[in-house]
């Protein structure tokens, strides 16, 4: 009897550690991913400002600003991180069409403004991606617990899900856009 009780604690305290780390595992991912929110809120807060000052200067390539306020407002819409990554993709492509057009506009390299949001638009892409990487790395741990023996008994149990990771999903994304005037 004394045996049977042993293991039975034993089974209870296992189960208890997995399900803990579970927990502080998906609750990391939540954070990650609030962290994710802040960088591109900040991002999206800077695009407005960015278009208006290429406005003054390149004020007839609208097809370009109407395409980076769009790829912005869908990405602002989006939910969850497949449809985030998928919007924030077209964003950062419509966003490196903008930057293009500064090597067309010699005078709006040459505005300080313009400098200015595109060194802020740059270090928020490079919080951005960390963020990402961090998201991913930890999604990947929760998954990895979900899916392993024995945390997987405990994760089904309490109806644990893998998570969505926070990546590009066409390859055509991963080019460089082309520019052409």
């Known amino acids: 009897m004394t045996i049977f009780l042993l293991a039975l604690a034993a089974v ?32 999206y807060d800077l695009i407005p400002n960015l278009v208006e000052t290429v406005k003054g200067y390149a004020g007839h390539e609208r097809e370009t600003l109407e395409a980076v306020i769009a ?12 449809e985030q990554a998928q919007a924030e993709n077209m964003l950062t492509g419509a966003l490196k069409s903008l930057f293009a057009l500064s090597e067309a506009y010699p005078q709006l390299r040459a505005v300080e403004g313009f400098t200015g949001l595109q060194g802020s638009l740059e270090a928020i892409e490079r919080d951005v991606q960390s963020a990402r990487r961090y998201y991913n790395a930890v999604v990947r741990d929760f998954n990895t617990a979900v899916e392993q023996f024995p945390s997987n008994l405990v994760a089904n149990a309490f109806r644990f899900v893998k998570q969505e990771f926070f990546e590009l999903t066409d390859e055509a994304e991963r080019e460089a856009p082309k520019v052409e005037f």
Request: charged share 25%; no cysteine; proline share 2%.
């Open 71 to 82: 790829a912005r407002n869908r990405a602002m819409g989006a939910s969850g991180p497949a």
């Open 12 to 43: 209870a305290i296992g189960t208890g550690l997995v399900y803990n780390r579970l927990v502080r595992l998906r609750n990391q991912s939540e954070s990650a991913w609030a962290d994710i929110d802040v960088q591109l809120k900040r991002r």
